[in-house]
């Protein structure tokens, strides 16, 4: 198909590139990702707009350009399949998916923490409030052992990216053109896409279930990616199970 830039595409393109170039034009760099990142709903800077602008925000350049380097390359032929409303809705809700198997991660890693906290004596309004003031106990550390850093970093995590969203339009991709070629940047090696998405996705759960990264730098949200790939997954199964069902009543 014709490598241009389709209509979703190209809009999305604009939405991210205006968000990042707002993260230092507003004046408070700080101050606009405490508006639009994705913060832990326990944490205090949560809101709930945070789930859809947070797809929209960059930590870097580096970051910036390689996603929509994926999303021009990958979103511009699934949209031509898909056409631009279903693309649309196929990106979002893939967004979304990263962002609740994210959220639900880190509520495993907190929650375990704080039951553990609890059953020690701690009291939950204060273990909460000493978080909120951007500290710790001392004594947590101890009691918590290798639960600590999970605890602490689940309170205090942000995330940023389109990533998630992305990794369910590779999916797509992969489900509808499972023969085509791809490379990483760094591995010329060109592997099927049948074969070559399933593998990044199995090292994104390696690495989210681990904390051992791989590729990726280490505060990347991996269990978003998962999210994304799954929730695309999802969405490319039933869909293609709808449409079988339609044609064989028709």
């Known amino acids: 198909m014709r490598q241009g830039i389709t209509d979703a595409v190209k809009h999305l393109l ?18 606009f990702y405490e508006w639009f990142a994705l913060f832990f709903p326990q944490n205090p800077l949560f809101q709930p707009w945070q789930v859809l602008t947070h797809m929209f925000m960059h930590g ?9 380097f ?20 196929f990106y979002l809700l893939c967004g979304f998916g990263a962002a609740i198997i994210q959220v639900a991660f880190l509520y495993f890693q907190f929650n375990t923490g704080l039951e553990t906290l609890l059953d020690s004596g701690f009291s939950q ?15 947590w550390v101890s009691v918590l052992g290798d639960k ?9 995590s942000t995330m940023v990216g389109a990533s998630g969203a992305i990794m369910g339009v590779l999916v797509a991709f992969g489900m509808l053109f499972p023969e085509s070629k791809l490379m990483l940047i760094f591995l010329p090696i060109p592997i099927k896409a049948k074969y070559f998405i399933p593998a990044i996705i199995a090292l994104d759960l390696f690495s989210g279930l681990t904390g051992q990264s791989i590729f990726s730098p280490s505060n990347t949200a991996y269990m978003a990616h998962v999210g994304g790939a799954l929730t695309g997954f999802l969405l490319m199964y039933f869909w293609k199970k709808n449409e079988r069902d339609k044609y064989r009543w028709n």
């Open 14 to 31: 604009i939405i991210n590139v205006l968000m990042f170039l707002g993260t230092y034009l507003v004046g408070n760099r700080e101050l």
């Open 125 to 139: 309004t204060d273990v909460i409030g000493v978080l909120i003031d951007g500290q710790y106990d001392k004594r």
């Open 60 to 68: 870097n350049l580096t970051h910036i350009l390689f996603n929509m």
């Open 70 to 89: 994926a999303l021009w390359m990958f979103g511009t032929t699934v949209e031509q399949v898909f056409g631009m409303r279903k693309f649309i809705i």
């Open 148 to 156: 600590f850093q999970g605890f602490v970093s689940a309170f205090n």
